[in-house]
Antibody, heavy 118, light 108 residues
Framework: EVQLVESGGGLVQPGGSLRLSCAAS????????MNWVRQAPGKGLEWVSY????????YYADSVKGRFTISRDNAKNSLYLQMNSLRAEDTAVYYC???????????WGQGTMVTVSS | SYVLTQPPSVSVAPGQTARITCGGN??????VHWYQQKPGQAPVLVVY???DRPSGIPERFSGSNSGNTATLTISRVEAGDEADYYC???????????FGTGTKVTVL
């Protein structure tokens, strides 16, 4: 079964750091581009970051650029999001999503909740 | 930055047709993808590349894209179609992915 499972969410104070992980299974992870997408409580979807299959190309949303770092380990079938200098507005469910075709996201994880609060 | 605008809500009776629009500057030149999200669940891709359906998605879901508007059409609406729907594109001018504002579909 093709599956993505996120972990690493939790409660963190403003200015703190957190590292999210996404474990992939059921497909050749190293062949796919991957993304992080987030959703604040009661709000819409917001794209966060993209990484190419090899990790050589990376993009970030303006709202997280300079604070978040996306990476991957193809040997471990894993995707990561290092989040630093966290703010209250980063509070959201974070999803990892597999990309296919013309930039569509065909497989999503169940999400992991990040709460930034003192 | 590129903006995609959707109506906040659409209401439709069972068996009727729901049309959800996604407006963007010259969106007809881009590939548009649509997602369905039910409460407490992850989004699900229902239409990609304007009008293609992933395997397992009913033929009742269809899409079109021209000019400044893309449209997701749900025919013969069922109670199980009640959800939030989002359009999405890749904006090559900014190297950013963009989601629409989202539309809540209510089945009366």
């Amino acid at each position: 079964e093709v599956q993505l499972v996120e972990s690493g969410g939790g409660l963190v104070q403003p200015g703190g750091s957190l590292r999210l992980s996404c474990a992939a299974s059921g497909f050749t992870f190293s062949s796919y581009e991957m993304n992080w997408v987030r959703q604040a409580p009661g709000k819409g979807l917001e794209w966060v970051s993209y990484i190419s299959s090899s990790g050589s190309t990376i993009y970030y949303a303006d709202s997280v650029k300079g604070r978040f770092t996306i990476s991957r380990d193809n040997a471990k079938n894993s995707l990561y999001l290092q989040m630093n200098s966290l703010r209250a507005e980063d509070t959201a469910v974070y999803y990892c999503a597999r990309e296919f075709g013309a930039n569509a996201f065909d497989i999503w994880g169940q999400g992991t909740m990040v709460t930034v609060s003192s | 930055s590129y903006v995609l605008t959707q109506p906040p809500s659409v209401s439709v009776a069972p068996g009727q047709t729901a049309r959800i629009t996604c407006g963007g500057n010259n969106i007809g030149s881009k590939s548009v993808h649509w997602y369905q999200q039910k409460p407490g669940q992850a989004p699900v891709l229902v239409v990609y590349d304007d009008s293609d359906r992933p395997s397992g998605i009913p033929e009742r879901f269809s899409g079109s894209n021209s000019g400044n508007t893309a449209t997701l059409t749900i025919s013969r609406v069922e109670a199980g179609d009640e959800a939030d729907y989002y359009c999405q594109v890749w904006d090559s001018s900014s190297d950013h992915y963009v989601f629409g504002t989202g539309t809540k579909v209510t089945v009366l």
